[in-house]
């Protein structure tokens, strides 16, 4: 590929003294621990005894690249667990996305009529790509979800009806802005098991995450079910284009719902980024727009959060880390988002900017799911010492029954699948 000349080549010499800094400086105040020497990379490789923790996160990248990655993860997870009707949201015990990425968490973990997940990684991404142009609303957007906000509310209600984040099968994050406090506001399943003033409807959520205003999109006034909170929200991407860091904060810090996560070596994290397009050679870029600099801005942050998580994880980031993310523009179509996942991914590499990576992206997702199945087997056969215990959504969400929701949007979720 002619571009990929432009990037760095994998090196294996890596500036011990600031891995070593960055580690303590993670573990005393990215994740709030206290021993200086838990993430170190003299830490051994080792599964721990009660399981590990598997993460999903999603960026607010566009959904193309992760989506199809998604469909191509779920695929390989049925086709090595050998359950044909296996689904992402089987193998996974939290989802965080922002922007498109909480769109597609929202679809791959929400509970469908059938108690299963509402929608599978091919049906997520069908209906994304299918419905992207007849929901624009004229602001010039780019992308898998480009003038979501427009026309989308009623595509958004079809598919969840009245559904709130209890109405999850596993917990979720799903970033936003809120400009009533000028703060980033996380959605969250396990906040919405605790109290209804924190409990939002699913399609407000979505709405909100990729309510972009930079493209013409209007913030989303929205409530919680009991009408307690109210933000104004615009999109996640924002407040926080690679969720990765929150995610693993909530897990180390959710004692009630995963007790046996005492670091990252008891997490498996798969973090989904997408692909930027690169300037073209011998050509100045031009000044960048509000839009492009927000971009830009989101992307450089993916990049810190992509370090920061790498150098925590130290020597256990072979097997228990991963970041999906590609080096070329891929164009809004699921066969040129399936290709990138045969070009060489991308590492972020500190102080260093970008790298290729040795693996393709596929090769590197094939890789992981392999350990996402061993640690499913592990599960099935060990009965004592839960991994997790995710709350129960008891009383049901107020918004949501079997009697009133589902029988209303099935018809219409069958119709947008296909």
């Not at 571009?3 to 070593?20: F, G, I, N, R, T």
């Not at 599964?47 to 959904?63: C, E, H, K, Y």
């Not at 979720?172 to 924190?198: H, K, M, N, Q």
């Not at 970008?354 to 056969?381: C, V, W």
Request: proline share 6%; with cysteine.
């Amino acid at each position: 590929m002619s571009s990929a000349a432009a990037w760095m080549e994998p090196s294996l010499d890596v500036d011990k003294l600031s891995h070593e800094i960055f580690s303590i400086l993670e573990s005393k105040f990215l994740f709030g621990y206290d021993e200086p020497k838990l993430f170190l990379p003299s830490t051994p490789a080792t599964i721990a005894v009660a399981g590990r923790v598997r993460v999903l996160s999603i960026d607010a990248a566009d959904g193309a690249l992760a989506g199809a990655t998604l469909v191509r993860l779920e695929a390989s997870l049925r086709k090595q667990c050998g359950d044909p009707a296996a689904r992402v949201a089987d193998f996974f015990d939290l989802a965080a996305g922002s922007g498109a990425g909480g769109v597609l968490s929202a679809l791959l973990f929400t509970r469908g009529p059938d108690g299963r997940p509402l929608f599978s990684a091919a049906e997520a991404l069908r209906l994304l790509t299918k419905h992207r142009h007849r929901l624009s609303s004229g602001a010039q957007r780019k992308g898998i979800l480009r003038g979501i906000l427009g026309r989308s509310g009623g595509l958004f209600r079809r598919v969840f009806g009245d559904a709130t984040l209890r109405d999850t099968l596993k917990p979720v994050l799903i970033p936003c802005y809120d400009l009533a406090t000028a703060a980033p506001f996380v959605f969250s399943r396990a906040d919405a098991v605790e109290a209804d003033g924190y409990d939002f409807r699913m399609g407000e959520v979505c709405a909100a995450t990729c309510a972009d205003s930079l493209a013409g999109a209007a913030p989303v006034d929205m409530h919680s079910v009991d009408g307690r909170t109210r933000i104004r929200a615009v999109g996640g991407g924002l407040a926080m284009w690679n969720p990765t860091a929150v995610a693993i904060t909530h897990v180390l810090n959710n004692r009630q719902e995963f007790p046996a996560a005492a670091g990252v070596e008891d997490l498996l994290v798969v973090s989904l980024g997408g692909a930027d397009s690169a300037a073209s050679p011998g050509k100045l870029p031009a000044l960048p727009s509000a839009a492009e600099l927000a971009r830009i801005a989101g992307s450089a942050q993916a990049d810190v959060v992509d370090q920061a998580v790498a150098m925590a994880f130290g020597e256990n980031r072979a097997t228990n880390y991963v970041r999906i993310q590609g080096h070329v523009a891929v164009p809004v179509t699921t066969v040129a988002a399936e290709a990138a996942l045969a070009d060489r991914g991308v590492d972020s590499a500190l102080f260093r900017g970008r790298k290729l990576s040795e693996r393709t992206n596929g090769e590197k997702l094939d890789l992981f799911a392999a350990e996402l199945i061993r640690e499913h087997d592990r599960r099935r056969k060990r009965g004592d010492a839960p991994t997790v215990a995710i709350k129960p959504s008891t009383p049901p969400s107020p918004c949501s029954s079997e009697s009133t929701t589902w029988p209303a949007i099935l018809l219409p979720v069958q119709e947008l699948r296909n």
